[in-house]
């Protein structure tokens, strides 16, 4: 993730301003879904009748910008109903696209990389090295074990996509193997690094958040995240198993022969990427990491005969191949800066609508109204995985996912005597973890647009997010792992918890 962490959240309301009662808070909410399903499913079986709006449909299709402004809109009209002046709720609309902007200048960039590092030959090389290198059948467990080892290291989930993922996708691609799959692979491995590493902005929110210590934090996390790496690990195996191998790669030789003759793969095109690795191992921040990524990519280009006006262009508008073999030109046309022109106005919608959500209150009154209910400590941390999944939804930020049920519920946690990594470990499995499944969240945006793979076809396959939050909710109800407060308990020992 990009190391930009909010600070400051919903303020209570002023004299005129009253606070929204969870019912008038649910109302945007039901809005938002009633719209989703509006555009997402009624409007392009309809458009999709006629055979001439086909194209129509497929640009149209699964798009959520209207629904979040519309439903931006629906919050912003009961908030005023409640005595909340427009000059506030404009205020915290701007207030989350300010949060959100550190994530637009990565995707901007990320754009740009991708595009020079196909003109210059970086990316077609090391995907000729990895048809040589890896067996179809392998592929997919090898990529998520590949992306859990860089996202350890590095702490970054955006930087192990943007990186290794881009590499990763190309090489699926020329195998034959679903690029939806090979996605769901390279998400569940960076986002096991972007919980564990302790260069994860995120593994230091939540424990800062929960009043945890750091280490405690994710040695506790292992007891969740260790499990689901395994059944994301096993299962991956299991689909690679059961491709038909004969069916895969089988214009490899000839895709290899192209990008032979027109890149000429060299020890070259090694330099910049091992570059950008080493200073992201560094810690060295991901914006201007990137961005020299995507400017040596560019010289390299020259290099190899390409015009600067030409380099110009492709970061502009995406690199377009023209090998004659429509499989490889496929492969390699993309990237450049305006090719995320949709995805960073899905994140300013989705800032809208988040903006009117926090700073009018609605956000903590569904938070509360969740918390309310949580009567025991199983349900507890199922409410807190389940408030971190929704704010994700609703607030499209991993951050605030963490930070404001981190704050809602450090307290109820303190009197129930459960020690605050029960809580951190939450967040993370409710938050961190699942951000990358929403369309519209700035993560979920941001890896649909590195990877060139829509949220909803790769979703089904991020086994480790998808295995992490059920882990969770599991060791909540049976009590396992669930530790006790020292003060309330001699050791740190594991007890029921019910």
């Given at each position: 993730?990009?190391?930009?962490?909010?600070?400051?959240?919903?303020?209570?309301?002023?004299?005129?301003?009253?606070?929204?009662?969870?019912?008038?808070?649910?109302?945007?909410?039901?809005?938002?879904?009633?719209?989703?399903?509006?555009?997402?499913?009624?409007?392009?079986?309809?458009?999709?009748?006629?055979?001439?709006?086909?194209?129509?449909?497929?640009?149209?299709?699964?798009?959520?910008?209207?629904?979040?402004?519309?439903?931006?809109?629906?919050?912003?009209?009961?908030?005023?109903?409640?005595?909340?002046?427009?000059?506030?709720?404009?205020?915290?609309?701007?207030?989350?696209?300010?949060?959100?902007?550190?994530?637009?200048?990565?995707?901007?960039?990320?754009?740009?990389?991708?595009?020079?590092?196909?003109?210059?030959?970086?990316?077609?090389?090391?995907?000729?090295?990895?048809?040589?290198?890896?067996?179809?059948?392998?592929?997919?467990?090898?990529?998520?074990?590949?992306?859990?080892?860089?996202?350890?290291?590095?702490?970054?989930?955006?930087?192990?996509?943007?990186?290794?993922?881009?590499?990763?996708?190309?090489?699926?691609?020329?195998?034959?193997?679903?690029?939806a799959m090979t996605a769901g692979a390279i998400i569940s491995g960076a986002y096991f690094g972007d919980k564990l590493s302790p260069m994860s902005d995120t593994t230091n929110l939540a424990p800062a958040m929960a009043g945890s210590d750091l280490f405690a934090h994710i040695r506790h996390m292992l007891w969740t995240t260790g499990p689901s790496w395994v059944i994301a690990m096993a299962t991956f195996t299991i689909v690679g198993l059961t491709m038909n191998a004969t069916d895969l790669g089988t214009s490899?030789?000839?895709?290899?022969?192209?990008?032979?003759?027109?890149?000429?793969?060299?020890?070259?095109?090694?330099?910049?990427?091992?570059?950008?690795?080493?200073?992201?191992?560094?810690?060295?921040?991901?914006?201007?990491?990137?961005?020299?990524?995507?400017?040596?990519?560019?010289?390299?280009?020259?290099?190899?005969?390409?015009?600067?006006?030409?380099?110009?262009?492709?970061?502009?508008?995406?690199?377009?191949?023209?090998?004659?073999?429509?499989?490889?030109?496929?492969?390699?046309?993309?990237?450049?800066?305006?090719?995320?022109?949709?995805?960073?106005?899905?994140?300013?919608?989705?800032?809208?609508?988040?903006?009117?959500?926090?700073?009018?209150?609605?956000?903590?009154?569904?938070?509360?109204?969740?918390?309310?209910?949580?009567?025991?400590?199983?349900?507890?941390?199922?409410?807190?995985?389940?408030?971190?999944?929704?704010?994700?939804?609703?607030?499209?930020?991993?951050?605030?996912?963490?930070?404001?049920?981190?704050?809602?519920?450090?307290?109820?946690?303190?009197?129930?005597?459960?020690?605050?990594?029960?809580?951190?470990?939450?967040?993370?499995?409710?938050?961190?973890?699942?951000?990358?499944?929403?369309?519209?969240?700035?993560?979920?945006?941001?890896?649909?647009?590195?990877?060139?793979?829509?949220?909803?076809?790769?979703?089904?396959?991020?086994?480790?997010?998808?295995?992490?939050?059920?882990?969770?909710?599991?060791?909540?109800?049976?009590?396992?792992?669930?530790?006790?407060?020292?003060?309330?308990?001699?050791?740190?020992?594991?007890?029921?918890?019910?």
């Amino acid at each position: 993730m990009p190391a930009a962490t909010p600070h400051g959240f919903t303020s209570p309301p002023g004299a005129s301003e009253r606070e929204i009662p969870v019912l008038w808070a649910l109302v945007p909410v039901v809005s938002l879904i009633l719209l989703l399903f509006l555009v997402i499913v009624v409007v392009p079986m309809e458009l999709g009748g006629a055979a001439a709006q086909s194209e129509t449909t497929s640009k149209f299709e699964g798009s959520g910008h209207f629904p979040l402004i519309l439903a931006g809109a629906i919050g912003a009209l009961v908030a005023a109903r409640f005595g909340w002046k427009w000059h506030a709720i404009h205020a915290g609309m701007l207030y989350t696209i300010n949060l959100a902007m550190g994530a637009v200048l990565i995707l901007l960039v990320i754009g740009v990389l991708m595009a020079t590092w196909m003109a210059s030959g970086i990316v077609p090389a090391l995907i000729s090295w990895g048809l040589e290198l890896m067996a179809p059948s392998f592929f997919l467990p090898a990529t998520c074990a590949v992306c859990s080892f860089v996202s350890l290291v590095t702490g970054s989930s955006w930087s192990t996509a943007g990186t290794v993922g881009v590499a990763l996708i190309g090489v699926a691609q020329a195998m034959g193997i679903d690029p939806a799959m090979t996605a769901g692979a390279i998400i569940s491995g960076a986002y096991f690094g972007d919980k564990l590493s302790p260069m994860s902005d995120t593994t230091n929110l939540a424990p800062a958040m929960a009043g945890s210590d750091l280490f405690a934090h994710i040695r506790h996390m292992l007891w969740t995240t260790g499990p689901s790496w395994v059944i994301a690990m096993a299962t991956f195996t299991i689909v690679g198993l059961t491709m038909n191998a004969t069916d895969l790669g089988t214009s490899v030789d000839e895709i290899q022969t192209l990008l032979q003759e027109k890149f000429d793969p060299g020890p070259v095109h090694l330099v910049i990427p091992v570059l950008v690795i080493a200073m992201v191992f560094k810690r060295s921040p991901p914006l201007p990491t990137l961005a020299l990524g995507a400017g040596l990519g560019g010289v390299l280009a020259m290099f190899r005969g390409v015009q600067l006006s030409e380099v110009l262009s492709v970061g502009l508008n995406g690199y377009v191949s023209s090998t004659g073999n429509a499989a490889v030109d496929e492969l390699l046309s993309r990237g450049g800066m305006f090719s995320m022109h949709s995805t960073v106005f899905l994140i300013l919608a989705a800032m809208v609508f988040s903006g009117v959500l926090e700073r009018t209150g609605m956000l903590r009154v569904l938070a509360f109204s969740v918390l309310s209910r949580a009567d025991s400590t199983r349900s507890l941390i199922a409410s807190t995985v389940l408030t971190s999944i929704g704010a994700n939804i609703l607030a499209a930020d991993q951050y605030i996912s963490v930070v404001v049920p981190g704050r809602m519920y450090a307290e109820e946690y303190r009197r129930r005597g459960l020690a605050p990594q029960n809580l951190s470990r939450a967040l993370e499995d409710g938050g961190t973890i699942t951000s990358p499944l929403i369309p519209w969240n700035t993560c979920g945006a941001f890896m649909s647009a590195a990877l060139g793979v829509a949220t909803g076809s790769y979703a089904m396959y991020c086994f480790l997010n998808l295995a992490n939050p059920i882990v969770s909710i599991f060791y909540g109800v049976t009590g396992w792992t669930i530790l006790k407060a020292p003060e309330q308990a001699g050791s740190q020992a594991p007890d029921s918890g019910i």
